[in-house]
C-alpha cells in the first residue's frame, strides 16, 4: 500500500519540508512519485520515517543518521557496526534523560520550598524567602 505525503505529515507529525529535507540529505532513499508527480510511501517508507523520528528526537545527527541508513544498506557486513552505533546512541539517550531527571528533581525541590513558604509570605510580605541559597539579595 502507498501513502500520500498529507497521510506522513499527519500521521508523524511532521512537516512536508521536513521529509523533503531528509529526501535531499539521503536518509530517506527511493520516495516513488505518482502519475501526477506527488510523493508516495510505502510501508517501509512508514517504518524508516518513524525511525529517522525516534533517532532525531533523541538527538542523533542527519550525518550520524546517514552513516546508518548507508551501513544498513551495505548489508549483514556491518551488522556490528550499526548495533554498536544503537547502542552509544542509547547511553547518550540514558545520560541525557538523567541529567534531565535531576533538573527535574531540582525543580520539585524548589516548588516545594515556595509551597512551603506561600503562607509565611502572605501572612507576612517582609518574610525573608529562602530557597537559593544565594544570600538575601536574591531572595525574591
Known sequence: MLYSMKHVLENFNITAKTLRFYEEQGILPNVSRDEIGRR??????????????CLRETGMSI????????LYEEGNSTFLQRHDMLV????????????????????????????????DVKKNPKHKFKCHGLGNSYAN
Not at 508516495?40 to 523520528?53: A, K, Q, T
Not at 542509547?90 to 531540582?106: A, G, T
Open 40 to 53: 508516495v510511501y510505502s510501508e517501509g517508507h512508514l517504518d524508516w520515517i518513524s525511525f529517522i523520528r
Open 63 to 70: 550525518a550520524q543518521i546517514k552513516e546508518y541508513k548507508d
Open 88 to 119: 552509544k546512541h542509547k547511553i547518550e539517550v540514558q545520560k541525557n534523560i538523567e541529567e534531565k531527571i535531576r533538573h527535574l528533581e531540582e525543580l520539585n525541590y524548589k516548588i516545594a520550598m515556595y509551597e512551603l513558604q506561600e503562607e
